[in-house]
Nanobody, 125 residues
């Protein structure tokens, strides 16, 4: 069983930055692919970014590419999402997700087995 706890959400300003963290309670964190998804009000949950077990492979949605950076610290069982150049349309609940690692990065949410409770990010204009 994997427990995921997100933190770092809150209120940001357009053009500003926020950092989200997701701490995983699991023995072999480095065996998992980690991802971030988000859900805006009235919209479906969507893929944001994912990172492979070594951190060498990453993938981003087109909407955040060049602005957001996903990283992980396997020694701390933590994955991060650095969000720069924030836009009001980045406002959403952000979820951390995990699944056992595969050779390729997965962006389909139904393939992730473990989810955090989510953390709210609100970006004001």
């Amino acid at each position: 069983q994997v427990q995921l706890t997100e933190s770092g959400g809150g209120l940001g300003q357009a053009g500003g930055s926020l950092r989200l963290s997701c701490a995983a309670s699991v023995r072999s964190f480095s065996s998992y692919t980690m991802a971030w998804f988000r859900q805006a009000p009235g919209q479906e949950r969507e893929f944001v970014a994912a990172i492979g077990w070594t951190g060498g492979k990453v993938d981003y949605s087109d909407s955040v590419k060049g602005r957001f950076t996903i990283s992980r610290d396997n020694a701390k069982n933590t994955v991060y999402l650095d969000m720069d150049s924030l836009k009001p349309e980045d406002t959403a609940v952000y979820y951390c997700a995990a699944r056992l690692a595969t050779p390729y990065i997965i962006s389909r949410q139904y393939e992730y087995d473990y989810w955090g409770q989510g953390t709210q990010v609100t970006v004001s204009s």
